[in-house]
Structure formats: C-alpha cells, structure tokens
C-alpha cells in the first residue's frame, strides 16, 4: 500500500467500494459450480472396470520416487504445496525450502539466494522455467516480477541447493530452481480465478483441450496490479502491474514420439523506490521511477524413446526481454538449442550425454550517468555434458560427470562433479557429493564505463575489467534420508563450500586519457575469498491422516576475507543471509470441504554493510472451503504478526513489507 | 504518468469486468473434463480386484478374516487406497488395506502390490510369493513377464492392465471374464 498518510487511506477505500460488486460475483460463482474436475474416493470406487480404463491419468508420483534417491540436497514443491501456502508469486513459494533465503525488498523485488550470498542479484543460483534460462546476463540474477505465472499450471518448483553446474552448467553455484510448469493433457478444461485483497487483485483463466488429432493445448492468460510496500521515507512508490499470456501444447505423435511447443509474452509496469543503478557521489535520476518490461519466448521440445533404457531429447527456444527505466534501456535477445541422449551402456549404468548452443544479442543504452561499454554486444556460449550414473552394487550408486563449456566472458571453463549414495535400506539413505563450479563475469561486470567525477582531475572511472575472471565454488555436501513408514520423514543435509576469487571493486593502474587527464579506474577483481558452512532440516510428521506438519531448520555460517581494498565492501554479504531460518508449516484437512493451513517462519537478524535488519517471525493462514467439486473458495492472511516489517534493503532502498488478506475464488481446480 | 492513471481510475471497472469474465466464463464453457491421479485410478483398481478375484477358502484364517490388501515398498496411494477400503467388505470379509518393508511381513496378505520405490526389487517379491495364494500387482510391462499376476501399463495416458493367467493359475487364483476382458493377457 501507499507510502504516505493520504495514499494509504486511498486503496482501501476503493476495497470497499468493490465489496457489493464482489457478493455479486461469489454468487455468480456458487451457481457455476457444477462440474467435477477432481475424483472424490467416493468417486473413484464407483468407477467400473471399464471406466478404470479408460480414465485419462496425471502421473505424480514418479519424481518423488527420484527425489528420495537423489544424491542431491533436492526439495520439490508441488502444485499444492504452493496453493496450500497461499504464496501469489514464485519467491513467496519457496519460503519453505531449507538453506534458501526469500526476503522481499519491496512490492516487486525478491532477495532469493540458496546457500549464502543474500542479494538482489542472486548473482549464484541459477533459475530456469520449462528449462528456459531465466537468469540475466547483464548482472546476473533474476527479475522476479516479470516471472508472474498462473500457479495453478505450475506442476512443481524442484529447487536444488548447492552446485548443479555438471548438469545445468554455469551460474548453477549454489543451486538451482526448475520451475515446471503442467503437461497441457494435466491441464485440460476451464479453470478460472480471481484474487481481490488489501495489497494485490489478480484474475487468471486457462482453457485446455484436445484436438482430433490427439495434440492437447492450453491457452492461458492472467493480469495482477499490486500495491505499494510501505515507505515512510521514500516519496516514490512501488506498486506495479503485470500482465502475462500463453500457451502450451503436446503431442504423442507415436508411442515413441513426443513433442512439446509453447510459449508466452508479458508486459508490465514496475514501481522502483530507487534507481536500478545508483553511483556513491553521483545524483540519480528523481522523481516517479518506473521500469516498463515487456518480454516473451516460445519453446520446442522433441523427444524420442528409443528403448526402455534410453531416450533422445532436441529442444529450442526462442527469448526476448526488454526493460526501460530510468537509469537504462535494455533488451535482451536469446536463442538456445539442447541435445541430449540417455542410454544404458552396461546393464548398471545409466549414460546421459548433451550439447548446447546459446547465442545472446544484448543491446543496453545507458541513461545519465550509467553506460555499458559497447552498447551492443553479442556472446555466445558452447557447452557439452556428460554424467554417469553406475550401479556399484544394489544400495551403492556412483554418478560421474562434468560440464565442458566455452564462454564469450571468460573462456573455457570445466565444472565435475562426483555423487555418492548409498541406500542402507528401504528407508534409509546416505548421499555425499563433491563438485566444482563457477559463476561467470556479468556484461556490468566486463563493459561498465561510468565517469564517478566527470570533468575533475584526477577522474574516477568504474570500467569493465576484460580479465576479470569466474568466481569459482568447491563444494562439499552430504545428506540422509529416513522415511519411517507413511508417518514420518527426515532430510538432512549439510555443507561445506570454499569460494575463490570472488568478486572486489579495486583501484586500477592509472591511466592518462586523450583529453589529457590522469583517470583512475575501478574496476572488478577476483581477489575475496570465503568459505561457507550449513545445515538444512526438513521434518514430515502425519500425526493423522488429515493432518500434515512439517518443520524446516537452516543454519548458514559464513566468512568472506577481501584480497585488496573492496572498495564496495562486497565481503559483508557474508552478513546478508541470516545465520537460523525456523519454519513450520501445518496442513489440516478439517473434512471433505474445508482445509485449515498455517505456516510459521523466524528469521534471525541480518546485516547489509551498515544497516542491520532485526530478527523477524511471520504468520500465514490460510482457510478453504471446496464449495463445489471444482470450486475453491480461500482467505489467506499474510504477515499477520506485524503492521508492516522489513526484510531486505537499506532503509533508502527498502519498502516495509505490511499485514495483508485477500480472498480467491478458483474454479475448476 | 500513464501508469498513474491506470493505477487510479481504471481499476474500478477493469476489476469489475475481469470478475464478470473469471465468473460468468464457467456458466459458458460448462462442465471440466474429469481427471484422476495415476495412483488414484490404480488404487480403485486394486479395491476393483478384491471384487473381481476369487481366492480358495483355505486362504482366509475364518469366515470372518479380512481380505487384506498390502503394498511393500512405500506407498504411493497416499491416503487414497485407505480412503477406498475403508467399510468395505467381500462378503463376509473386511478389506483390511496394510503397508510394508519386509518380505516377512507379507504372510496372510491376499493382494501384494509391489511398490516401485523404497522396497525389495519385484523379482525378489515374486520369488518369495512365489506358490502362496496371492495375487501379486505391480508397475510396468515386465511385471508380468516376471510372474506376477497382474500389471499396471501407461497408455495413452491411461492405465491399462496385464493378466498372465499362468501366474494366477500357479496362485490358485480364479480371475473373473469381466476383469479378463478389460485386461490384456500375456503369458
């Protein structure tokens, strides 16, 4: 909501008027609620033998399968873990995955970062949506408003925290997020949604069908306009608006044949409460800042199964992201393809192999003060995979394997891998991992050129660095398992990281320039080093069958020691992530019809170079009521412990984050 | 700013709409294709079998033992298959739905479905159950050609069953024509 007095009162009094028009839209909706989209157990065991078997079926249990016997620090959270949270956005989703840390900014910026280095950039995570790289090149890290999905069609986010760089390459240093979204044959008819709450309204519709040739589609479309966070001292505000449409089709042309092809394009106003760039001494653009962003891509996968034990997989996509603020226009143009084949070379081993190609067109004018240096650039990035996974014995597995690429950035780089797990029985299981990867240079990070002091003799300059290098990550981890029978599940994991050559702004050799005077240029060096070390815990009780608790614990220790001067003081993001992360989250099933959700969370205080922000718990609580089959009525409260609190941020850049509700109506769920 | 007046004086009656659209859409497009779970439609077939197979009298302990329903391996059912048995019974015996690690533990089960994941392979399984009077179900196409009794194949996103009625035979199991007739029969 709005920052000052006058503007704070003014959305809630618009709240009230929409009050009458919206009892007439939840009696529309209790009169539309006829069909049935879900199978009751009632249901289910009246069906006929033939209406068994002729019963389309989502498969879901597969990956929770593959999760159990991963050799990998892995949470999935599944299509209703998200509902059940109540969470409107991807961050808000993963607040419950442990050793990852979401703190919101303000009302569209999302601090996610796994494993440390808590920053806006989350410079070392790697995040792809439907495989497609979300991830910027120009600073790394990801805008996260623009990725405004339709979470009913989100099958699941599997959010692997620590390096997953031998298989998804690089910038995957400290973990990676896969959000995928539903098979268009899992989403098929009309569902339709409408949020109305005290700091965002959202609508969403998707209708999903099959054609006469057996191709299943989807169309989909959704529109959210958010309220401004709270910001006693800024005059700008940060409400924003996003739009986003698409598409999603598939094809079992043949049993062994499938294909996949979709699409989607958004557009949307972002508020900022400060400039994207802001230069220590130099005034940055004032007034109203806005970012207006607009962006798409389509996709195509195809693959092939060739046997039971191997499979061929091409996929390509098209992407295309523009942002224009006030302190740049940026547009951003990627084409991508991927091969890989999997096999069985021995009957206990399983070989998986691939190539990529990415091409990226980057174009960045700078406005005031900031310029990348050249406007236009155009990298490209060729890599290759290997991993294989061997049967050592029946409880013992070994996977191999590496990651081979060729950058425009930094050149050649080599990110191995080895995975240990060993299944001491049924339910129990021990993993441990060793693994190097790297986080490679930002285009900021090679083509900055700011003048600090323009004019001034001698003059500071922040330069692109062409030898600054990829920070480099060697990774220890373990972890274990226990799935005591159906009531009971443990994950443990633990780490230990070493980090070289992370990034420090340094003073560079001066230089006498064409003008005739002596510039001093600070640029990017790779001389901070660190270390890190952490737990994660998640604990699954079912103490009844309706009734699911689950505890999440993190604890994350880290140092970082500067190498020069760092001039940016970059080794405190050892201070941005909090030390201890509580949650816990109950999930009760009061009947047929009604589900009660609660989910606690603390986090201990954090430490922005100079600005500490205090330890915090929050509550959310969700009520529903399935009114029909297909209907879902809830009310979620959100941050209910405080007015308002902050979690990210200096005080200058910062929006407090306030208590909040809103009600949803979800049809055809 | 444009955005200003979008912020301030549209919402009313863009938000309106949208909630007309979002409501009224479900009344025009009418009903929702029905869709299950894959453990889902698999648990209503193993509730199904207890109807549609016949065990010899000796395999039950009495008149009023229960007619039980196990899975080794963890259970991928969810609540579900619970849910489905609960108060039900074939003639006079209760279904009793029950979960396992050990092979030991299987004694006295009448249906076995064998879990993919966290178990004993299905090959160890069979051989175990190998001359008891159990009908054994698991996943995939080569469950069967293993010597179980009964398997669940993916087609078409549909499940489909496999009968080896040499296996059923083997366990003293009478298979109804109705449940033969959905099923595909391999040997």
């Known amino acids: ?669 | 700013m444009s955005s200003d007046i979008f912020a301030r004086n549209i919402p009313r009656l863009w938000w309106a709409l949208l909630a007309l659209v979002a409501t009224l859409l479900p009344i025009a497009v009418g009903q929702a294709a029905p869709a299950a779970s894959e453990y889902d439609v698999k648990a209503a077939f193993l509730f199904q079998f207890s109807r549609f197979v016949e065990w010899p009298p000796e395999s039950f302990a009495s008149a009023n033992a229960p007619l039980t329903i196990c899975i080794i391996g963890r259970n991928p059912f969810g609540s579900t298959l619970h849910e489905i048995s609960q108060g039900e019974s074939v003639q006079t015996h209760a279904l009793e739905v029950r979960v396992h690690e050990q092979l030991g533990d299987l004694d006295g089960c009448h249906i076995v479905f064998v879990s993919h994941s966290a178990g004993p392979p299905a090959s160890q399984v069979l051989a175990y159950l190998a001359g008891k009077r159990v009908l054994t179900v698991g996943d995939g196409a080569d469950f069967t050609q293993l010597g179980g009794v009964i398997g669940f194949v993916n087609v078409d996103g549909k499940v489909r069953l496999q009968v080896n009625r040499n296996s059923a035979e083997t366990a003293q199991l009478r298979i109804s024509a109705k449940l033969l007739r959905v099923a595909e029969q391999v040997s």
């Open chain 1, 1 to 669: 909501m709005k920052g000052t007095q006058f503007n704070r009162a003014a959305p809630e009094s618009d709240f009230a008027c929409h009050a009458s028009s919206w009892i007439v839209a939840l009696l529309l909706y209790l009169y539309a609620g006829t069909a049935s989209a879900e199978l009751s157990s009632r249901a289910l065991k009246a069906l006929t033998l033939e209406e068994l078997t002729n019963l389309e079926v989502t498969s879901v249990s597969r990956k929770e399968e593959s999760v159990f016997k991963a050799a990998a620090a892995i949470t999935v959270v599944t299509n209703e873990d998200i509902r059940r949270s109540g969470a409107t956005s991807v961050p808000e989703a993963l607040r419950f995955v442990p050793e990852i840390h979401v703190a919101r900014r303000d009302s569209s910026s999302w601090a996610v970062s796994s494993r440390g280095f808590s920053s806006i950039n989350s410079e070392k995570l790697l995040v792809l949506s439907d495989t497609r790289s979300i991830y910027t090149p120009l600073y790394s890290g990801v805008f996260w408003s623009v990725q405004d999905y339709l979470l009913q069609d989100v099958d699941r986010i599997e959010v692997i925290r620590g390096p997953g760089a031998a298989l998804w390459g690089s910038n995957a240093v400290n973990g990676v997020i896969n959000i995928s979204t539903r098979r268009a044959q899992d989403t098929q008819g009309l569902y339709s949604e409408a949020l109305l709450g005290s700091e965002e309204r959202s609508a969403g519709v998707r209708f999903g069908g099959t054609t006469a040739g057996e191709v299943s589609y989807r169309f989909f479309g959704k529109h959210s306009d958010r309220d401004s966070s709270a910001t006693p001292s800024s005059i700008t505000q940060d409400d924003w608006r996003m739009s986003h449409a698409g598409f999603r089709a598939d094809w079992e042309a043949s049993t062994a044949d499938a294909w996949t092809v979709q699409g989607d394009a958004y557009y949307g106003n972002v508020g900022q409460l400060s400039p994207s760039i802001a230069v220590g001494g130099r005034p940055g653009p004032t007034g109203d800042l806005e970012a207006e962003v607009s962006g798409g891509n389509v996709l195509a996968r195809w693959r092939r199964t060739l046997d039971a034990t191997s499979d061929i997989q091409v996929r390509a996509y098209y992407d295309r992201t523009h942002r224009d603020d006030q302190s740049f226009r940026d547009d951003l143009d990627t084409f991508d393809v991927d091969l890989q084949h999997r096999f069985a070379p021995a009957s206990n081993q399983e070989l998986i192999w691939g190539v990529a190609y990415r091409l990226t067109y980057n174009q960045n004018i700078g406005k005031g003060i900031f310029a990348v240096s050249p406007n236009e650039s155009t990298d490209s990035l060729i890599s290759a995979f290997v991993q294989d996974q061997i049967s050592l014995s029946e409880p013992l597995q070994l996977t191999l394997g590496t990651k081979f690429e060729h950058n425009d950035f930094s050149g050649f780089e080599y990110q191995p891998n080895v995975r240990l797990s060993w299944e001491l029985s049924p339910r129990h299981l021990l993993w441990s991992a060793i693994a190097r990867a790297v986080r490679v240079p930002t285009r900021l990070e090679r083509d900055i050129d700011i003048d600090v002091n323009p004019g001034a003799n001698p003059m500071y300059r922040l330069e692109g660095n062409e030898d600054f290098e990829s920070e480099e990550l060697q990774a220890y981890e373990g972890g274990y398992r226990w799935q005591a029978a159906d009531k009971f599940a443990l994950d443990l994991t633990a780490f230990y990281n070493r980090y070289k050559g992370l990034a420090s702004l340094e003073i560079g050799d001066p230089y006498i320039a064409a003008d005739g005077r002596t510039v001093i240029p600070i640029i990017n060096e790779n001389l901070n080093k660190g270390r890190s070390t952490g737990a994660g815990l998640t604990a699954t009780l079912v103490p009844l069958r309706a009734w699911r608790l689950i505890a999440n614990y993190s604890y994350i220790d880290m140092n970082i020691e500067r190498g020069g001067v760092d001039l940016n003081n970059n080794r405190f993001i050892a201070e941005a992530t909090p030390r201890h992360q509580f949650g816990l989250r109950s999930l009760l099933d009061i009947s047929d019809r009604w589900q009660l959700d609660a989910q606690w969370r603390h986090h201990a205080a954090i430490r922005l170079v100079a600005d500490r922000i205090s330890a915090y718990s929050e509550l959310d609580v969700r009520a529903a009521w399935r009114a029909t089959p297909a209907m879902e009525i809830s009310v979620v409260g959100q941050n209910l412990l405080h007015d308002e609190h902050p979690e990210f941020g200096s005080p200058r850049t910062r929006g407090e984050i306030e208590r909040s509700v809103y009600l949803k109506f979800a049809y055809g769920i």
